[in-house]
């Protein structure tokens, strides 16, 4: 045993059961068959909308995962850090979008051989941050494409579609750059409840990019990209708006999150925590899982996470490694019973592990690497 990583024997005793001492807990768990049918419903999603599928790998970090969703025909991948970049290009990944303004030398030299290559698009919403591009683009020795980013109401990076032209045409004047677009993120869709709203983020979302593109075509800059859509957004947007791609992440796993926000259905969510129950008293039990593992993010709806199958269960607080969680009446659990923790958010799981574990007909089939686990600058 190396680390957090099974050992190679365990590795050839595959398919094991989930049960099995050697797979220690707490660990992720990935059903097969519930990520195969997530990857599938996603890109017939996009065929339908007339649009291309390029998979934020935030979510899963894994080339083996990226693979499976360029066979199922996304066109790209798209990733939040240059880390995640350098993992997915030495797996062989060509169609690599950067959505990330990304600044400072130490990130651009490592940028560098990537874009030397070519398949490298990279995202800006200010000059500043293209300026650095441009001296990007001089050392690789290539024109780079370049999308700019339109804040479509998240209020976070991205610039008001008003401002789109002024900015576009700025960017556009750069040596070395070709502004071949825009891009936006409406992950305020987390923000409201009820599901006629986040269909209206979602309308509000096109609108912008549609301001965005008439504004940058005003300036004669020939709009080749529109970006846009999520996991929760992604289903009300189609050709007819615009849009030219759409980029959802959570969608390969799913979580509770995306369950809260009528992004998918409970036996659409592929992944789970394998915990074990360490401790059990009157009022509660704990489990080996705690923030350090599950995250502390919670929601409304279904607080800090669900044990599956325990529809009673709730946490009433995580601390790092210990997770108390009280049970529904009737409901039961020993020390040393293996429970499945369905996460609020998956995609901060995930970057806590190594790997993975596929199970298939209740079975551990596949150790899936996490490649880019922790790879955040
Ligand atoms: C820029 C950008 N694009 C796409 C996504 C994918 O969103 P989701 O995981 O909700 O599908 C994210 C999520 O954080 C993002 O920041």
Not at 95 to 100: G, K, Q
Not at 266 to 275: C, E, R, S, Y
Not at 330 to 335: F, M, P, Q, S, W
């Amino acid at each position: 045993m190396s680390g957090q990583t099974i050992s190679a024997a365990a590795r050839t005793a595959l398919p094991a059961d989930i049960h099995d001492p050697w797979l220690d807990t707490p660990c992720l768990l990935i059903d097969l068959e519930v990520l195969d049918g997530n990857v599938a419903r996603m890109a017939a999603l996009a065929h339908r909308a007339r649009v291309e599928l390029r998979p934020h790998v935030k979510t899963h970090k894994s080339l083996r995962i990226a693979r499976t969703q360029l066979d199922a025909g996304a066109a790209g991948i798209c990733v939040a850090t240059v880390g995640e970049a350098e993992v997915m290009r030495s797996g062989g990944i060509e169609d690599i979008l950067v959505a990330y303004n990304i600044i400072g030398e130490a990130k651009l030299a490592r940028l560098l051989p990537l874009c030397a290559d070519g398949g490298i698009t990279l995202t800006a919403d200010c000059v500043e941050v293209a300026e650095g591009y441009s001296t990007l683009a001089a050392a690789a020795g290539r024109t780079l494409p370049v999308l700019l980013e339109i804040d479509s109401g998240m209020r976070r990076t991205g610039v008001h579609p008003a401002e789109a032209g002024n900015v576009a045409s700025k960017i556009a004047a750069l040596q070395g750059i070709e502004l071949v677009g825009i891009l936006t993120h409406a992950g305020h869709a987390h923000d409201v409840t009820a599901q006629p709203d986040i269909e209206a983020v979602a309308r509000r979302e096109a609108r912008a990019m549609q301001q965005a593109r008439d504004a940058l075509e005003r300036q004669r800059i020939p709009v080749r990209v529109v970006s846009a859509g999520s996991t929760i957004t992604a289903p009300y947007l189609s050709a007819d708006d615009g849009v030219t791609e759409i980029r959802p992440g959570t969608y390969v796993f799913n979580d509770l999150r995306t369950l809260e926000m009528y992004a998918c259905t409970p036996d659409q969510i592929a992944g789970t925590v394998l915990a074990s129950v360490v401790s059990v008293s009157e009022e509660h039990v704990v489990l080996n899982a705690g923030s350090k593992t599950l995250t502390m993010t919670a929601t409304p709806q279904h607080g800090l996470g669900k044990i599956r199958n325990r529809p009673g269960s709730s946490f009433v607080r995580l601390s790092e490694e210990h997770g108390v969680a009280t049970l529904g009446e009737g409901d039961e659990l020993r020390v040393g019973d293996r429970v499945q923790v369905l996460p609020i958010h998956i995609c901060v799981c995930v970057d806590l592990q190594q790997e993975a574990y596929g199970v298939a007909q209740g079975k551990i089939a596949e150790v899936i690497r996490i490649d880019a686990a922790r790879r955040s600058r």
